[in-house]
């Protein structure tokens, strides 16, 4: 499934949900920034934790997508059709002496100043399956620094060792986003500012996997009702209303610093998407996190 092109981004949701305004922001960001740089634009379902999806909403995000006229590059990759290749990583790992069984709770390691413990470091990664342990990633401490598209330079450390199997036997996010991100070839992740803390880590792996990170560039978050949380389905963020896909773009381009011209509101998604492709320019994006107007 490798498809190196000079660029080729991707829009990763999870279907806990349907798609809220934050997250058409992020996919049509993705697209937008891909497209202006003659790349691909690729979509891979984040189906890894079926406790936490709503059932038929995989479907109805791809729907929601395709009304808005962001059509994606190939197939759509599923995360849970891949857990054969996070158990070959994991094995790869195991054989290199980097990961652990770990038996801390969290707020164990916060005691421990954000660390592991040394006994769990230094046991074998026997996968015992026993709903008591998590394999975790020794990442060696110390920092990443990286430059974001619009966070400029950035400097996290790396301070957790990376979860890559949970303790209910469940592949962890974090291993299946940057084994996916590799084995599509993916060049640059334009995504929600919710996830920039999350870079660092991801950053070590792809390095401890042999790879070049990508580019990774942190958009704007649409904040909820009061300001204070980002929208998300937790917060009852209505889903997006697909009878409405162009003025919905409108108020999405208009979140991400463009100046709407007259009557684009009443043309067809794919005109509009063309239109904005067209003018995509990364410095007027507008940083700031906030709620739509
Ligand atoms: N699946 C993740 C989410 O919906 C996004 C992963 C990513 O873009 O790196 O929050």
Redesign the pocket.
């Given at each position: 499934m490798n498809s190196k092109t000079p660029y080729t981004g991707r829009f990763?949701?999870?279907p806990s949900g349907p798609l809220h305004f934050g997250s058409l922001v992020c996919a049509l960001g993705s697209y937008l920034d891909a497209l202006a740089h003659g790349g691909h634009w690729l979509v891979r379902m984040?189906d890894l934790d079926p406790p936490r999806e709503e059932p038929g909403a995989a479907a109805r995000i791809l729907k929601t997508l395709e009304s808005h006229g962001l059509h994606w590059h190939g197939a759509v990759e599923w995360q849970s059709k891949r857990h054969a290749h996070y158990e070959e990583i994991l094995s790869q790992l195991r054989q290199r002496e980097l990961l652990y069984a770990c038996y801390c709770s969290r707020s164990q390691i916060r005691q421990n100043g954000g660390h592991n413990n040394l006994v769990c470091r230094t046991r074998d990664a026997e996968d015992k399956n026993d709903g008591a342990c998590a394999l975790r990633l020794n990442c060696a401490g110390g920092e990443e620094r990286f430059e974001d598209i619009w966070r400029g330079t950035k400097i996290q450390s790396v301070h957790e060792d990376t979860i890559l199997k949970r303790r209910d036997g469940l592949y962890a996010?974090q291993l299946a986003?940057v084994v996916d991100d590799i084995a599509q070839g993916i060049t640059h992740?334009v995504?929600g500012a919710d996830?920039l803390d999350t870079t660092a880590a991801q950053i070590r792996l792809f390095h401890l996997l042999g790879s070049e990170a990508p580019i990774f560039g942190h958009l704007p978050l649409v904040m909820g009702p009061g300001g204070m949380q980002k929208l998300s389905k937790q917060n009852h963020a209505p889903a997006i209303d697909d009878s409405k896909a162009a003025s919905n773009l409108c108020t999405a381009l208009d979140f991400l610093g463009f100046h709407i011209a007259d009557g684009l509101e009443q043309e067809a998604p794919e005109h509009i998407l063309k239109w904005a492709a067209a003018r995509w320019q990364r410095h007027q994006v507008d940083k700031r996190d906030r709620q739509l107007h």
């Open positions: 990763a949701p999870s984040e996010y986003v992740i995504r996830l």
